[in-house]
Every structure is written in structure tokens, then in C-alpha cells.
């Protein structure tokens, strides 16, 4: 059996995310509220150099009080294909375009609360190109060594989720090859 939905509410539409609550029926056949974070998802990008220097970026968060490093990302617009958002925003955030992306996985951010998705890929053969960022995006280009960014997840200056994912899912095919 599969869960199935009595009653939907929307509560909030904003513009990154909408609110619901949803009554629901379990496969246990028990009912329950879920409260669920609507998100279009995201696309996350390692961009790595032939050296294997990562393109990291030090971003500002409001939400967590000051700087976080962190892969490139952004959020899928209306429809947009994850990699099409994956292209645009490695241009975006960081100025390099990539001859090649590779799918590393895809990722629920939080699956208790969120629909959230993010999308990550590995890109390499890159090039400059110009970046061009949001109004509210504050952020410093950083290029580092691939095991530099990996002893930066092991004492913790790198949090972000996605970044640990993805640059451990990079490092692993590293050194698998």
C-alpha cells in the first residue's frame, strides 16, 4: 500500500519556497499532518581543474551568520533542466564554462520536511568565462587543491552538505582511476 493524500493546504507561496499541509494516510493506514517545504531543487557543481584544484566558493549566509564554504549551486528555475542550471550557474558563480558534466548523484536535502532535490555533477575542461552574480549572492573564488578541500571537510571548515557530497563523490572517482 502506498501513502495517499486526504487534504491538501497551501499556506505560503514565497519565491524560493511554498508551505503545505498535507493530511495524510500512511502504508500503515495511519493518518497524520505533514508540514512539507515545497522546493523546485537545485543543481551543484565540482569544477575541477587539470591540476585537481576544486573551484570552491566562501559564500555569505544570513541563515548561519557569516561565511560557508562551498561548491557552486543554484536553484532550477521554472522547469529547467538540472543540467541546463548546473551550466548556468558554474558561469555564473565562479566565470568557467565546462566542455563536460558528469552526473555524481543526486541528493534529498531533507526528506522528512522538503521535496528539495539537488542535483550535483562533476565538470572539467574548463575554461574562463564571465560571471555574473545575483543582487544578494556575496561571494569569494577560491582555487584549491582536491585533497586540500577534502582535509578542509575532515576539520570541519566545510559543512555544506552538498560540498561534502560532492567533493567526496569527486575525490573517490579521483582515486579510483
Known sequence: ?????????EIYK?????LDVEDVVLP???ECKMEIVRHPGASAIVPLLPDN????????????GGYLWEIPAGKLDDKEDPLSCAE????EEVGYKAEKFERLTTIWTGPGFTDERIHIYLATGLSPCASDLEFDEIIEVSEKPIKEAIAMIQDREIVDAKSIIGLQL???????E
Not at 584544484?53 to 548561519?64: A, D, E, P
Not at 548556468?88 to 558561469?91: G, P, V
Open 28 to 30: 500503515n493506514n495511519e
Open 170 to 176: 569527486a575525490y573517490s572517482m579521483m582515486k579510483a
Open 14 to 18: 514565497g519565491i524560493i519556497i511554498d
Open 53 to 64: 584544484r576544486v573551484v570552491l566558493i566562501r559564500q555569505y549566509r544570513y541563515i548561519t
Open 1 to 9: 500500500m502506498e501513502a495517499h493524500r486526504k487534504n491538501l493546504k
Open 88 to 91: 548556468r550557474e558554474l558561469a
